[in-house]
């Protein structure tokens, strides 16, 4: 089945130490989106990328960055995570194109704990 | 800027009872609005989209909705609850030039009691 596949599914790293996230899809979709969702709040979206294109949400703190190597792999690397960046990170998918109406695919989240 | 409002952080049904999550939308252009389930500790998962087509939208697991630009709202029902429709819901709209990005309410949770 084609799907959206994050690892790990739980990351504990400690306060400062640099933690990468991972994400991979089989849709072969256009965009990956990153998202941090912490509790009971709505996932808010820190950046995407359109194929090659980096696109940075104004408010996403500069401790964060991704990476896109190819059209299946994405990652969400945090340079020094603070406690404040523990929550569930969301990887998505959408396409083919750019259309308002595609849905988007999400992966089950990497949930980050920061000691 | 487009945006949704959901109304009810927290909505408790009886097992069998109708389920109604309310979602009121703002945009000065059509919106293209969508309803996401998420269950404990997975991704969200779509339910279903308004794309214009048709008013009354018909989704996954007996939900539906229905769109009435009278009332600026996209609220969310089903005539039987069912225990296994615990979760939190998610509204969104789509919004962006260039990739589509979702604007999310800020989601209502979902329990059914016995």
């Known amino acids: 089945d084609a799907m959206v596949i994050q690892n790990p599914r739980y990351q504990v790293t400690q306060f400062g130490k640099p933690v990468t996230l991972s994400c991979s899809q089989t849709?072969?979709?256009?965009?990956m989106y990153w998202y941090q969702q912490k509790s009971s709040q709505a996932p808010k979206l820190l950046f995407h990328y359109y194929d090659k294109d980096f696109n940075n949400e104004a408010d996403t703190p500069d401790n964060f960055q991704s990476r896109r190597p190819n059209t299946s792999f994405c990652f969400l690397d945090i340079r020094s995570p603070g406690l404040g960046d523990a929550a569930m990170y969301l990887c998505?998918?959408?396409?083919?194109?750019?259309?308002?109406?595609?849905?988007?695919?999400f992966g089950p989240g990497t949930r980050l704990t920061v000691l | 800027a487009q945006s949704v409002t959901q109304l009810g952080s927290h909505v408790s049904v009886s097992e069998g009872a109708l389920v109604l999550l309310r979602c009121n939308y703002s945009?000065?252009?059509?919106?293209?609005l969508f309803w996401y389930v998420q269950y404990p500790n997975q991704g969200l998962q779509l339910l279903l989209k308004?794309?214009?087509?048709?008013?009354l939208v018909k989704g996954i697991n007996g939900f539906e909705a229905e769109f009435k630009k009278s009332e600026t709202s996209f609220h969310l029902t089903k005539p039987s609850a069912h225990m296994s429709d615990a979760a939190e819901y998610f509204c969104?709209?789509?919004?962006?030039?260039?990739?589509?990005?979702?604007?999310f309410g800020q989601g209502t949770r979902l329990t059914i009691n016995p």
């Open positions: 308004y794309t214009s087509a048709a008013t």
């Open positions: 945009s000065s252009v059509p919106p293209y």
């Open positions: 969104a709209v789509s919004v962006g030039q260039g990739a589509q990005k979702l604007v």
């Open positions: 998505a998918t959408s396409g083919p194109g750019t259309s308002l109406y595609n849905e988007q695919f």
């Open positions: 849709l072969n979709h256009n965009v």
